[in-house]
């Protein structure tokens, strides 16, 4: 590993001082990616500015009745939170479908959101691939990428993005907040990662050096029900190969409102509008839901080897919203 720094910051306007103060530096989480990635000499950072001490942990009420993630919480405390639980129930169960408990308690919100993709060429700095070299090729295109996107790819880069819990915080429409050395800003988790195009390395809005501060979770209401579904090689210990983070409410058999958004299909979490928009206002239906499946994976083109996500996605989108929609029978 490549000599560096360290600085633990004491408070925000320190840690954004050290991070303008030139040199390559990145913010340090729960290390759980970034050091990993130090290791296998995929990232070098000079300075590594340990934000863990920052006053930015914990989880609160907001004024307009939604909850607040504070940018160090880590992904068990808030997964265990009982409002969390209550309220967004598919986030805490998208968190606990990842990773594992010891890395869990490690890792913070900001750095799930900004983890690396898994893509096995990224990993490797001996292979070519423009998301870690631009300009180096892409090896996964023709080489190996069962379990590569489906949708929105590009020929510059076909990697997944590998956060569980950013697709729950898609379909509720979080808020990534931030503060620069200019001031504090938002990001709804719709723009906050950038399509892949022709600059795979450009992963997210943030401005340069910026501190993600926190996620801002709008509220919900009491009889929205949502659920995450998690396909994956493995049992534990494993990255999605499909998941649906999928939200329901509905009276009387019809849907009020409907938010669908699929992880391990795409470069960033992927929200099905078009599916959505042919649930809401109609009747809650299996078949309905199959058919809104098979309208938004028309837009899907597989590689070589992984047309069967294609499948796994419209089997996981139909159980999932059947599901919702039984349970509120109940
Ligand atoms: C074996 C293994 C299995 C895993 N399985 C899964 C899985 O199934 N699903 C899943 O979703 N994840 C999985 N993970 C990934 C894990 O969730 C991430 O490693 C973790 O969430 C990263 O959080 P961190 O705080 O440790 O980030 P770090 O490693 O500290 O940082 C990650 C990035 O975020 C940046 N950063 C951190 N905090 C801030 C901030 N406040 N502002 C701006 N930038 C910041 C860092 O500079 C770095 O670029 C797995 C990891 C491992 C090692
Ligand atoms: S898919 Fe993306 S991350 Fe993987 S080798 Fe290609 S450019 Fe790199």
Known sequence: MKEFAYRRATDVDEALRLAAAGGDTRFLGGGTNLVDLMKNGVEAPERLIDVRFLPLGGISET????????????????????????????????????ASGQLRNMATAAGNLL?????????????????????????????????????????SCVATHPSDMAVALAAFDAHVRYQTMEGAGALPLSRFYLP??????????????????????????????????????RAS??????????ALEVLEGRILDVRIALGGVASQPWRARVAEDMVRDAAADAELFRAAADAELSAARPLRDNAYKVTLARNLITTVLTELAASERL
Not at 130 to 155: F, M, Q, V
Not at 206 to 227: E, M
Not at 237 to 246: D, E, G, I, Q, R
């Open 63 to 98: 004024s307009g009745g939604g909850m607040l993630l504070g940018a160090t919480t880590t992904n068990s405390d808030i997964a265990a939170h009982p409002d969390i639980r209550r309220r967004y129930p598919a986030l805490s169960q998208a968190i606990l479908a990842g």
């Open 115 to 155: 983890q690396r993709t898994r893509c096995g060429y990224f990993a490797d700095p001996s292979e070519p691939c423009n998301r870690r070299a631009p300009g180096s090729g892409c090896g996964a295109l023709a080489g190996e990428h069962h379990n590569h996107a489906i949708l929105d790819w590009s020929p």
């Open 196 to 233: 892949v195009g022709d600059s795979p390395h450009e992963e997210t809005a943030l401005p340069g050096h910026a501190l993600i501060t926190g996620i801002a979770l709008p509220s919900v209401t009491p009889t929205l029900r949502s659920r995450y579904r998690k396909v994956r090689e």
């Open 237 to 246: 210990y494993a990255f999605a190969t499909v998941s649906v983070a999928a």
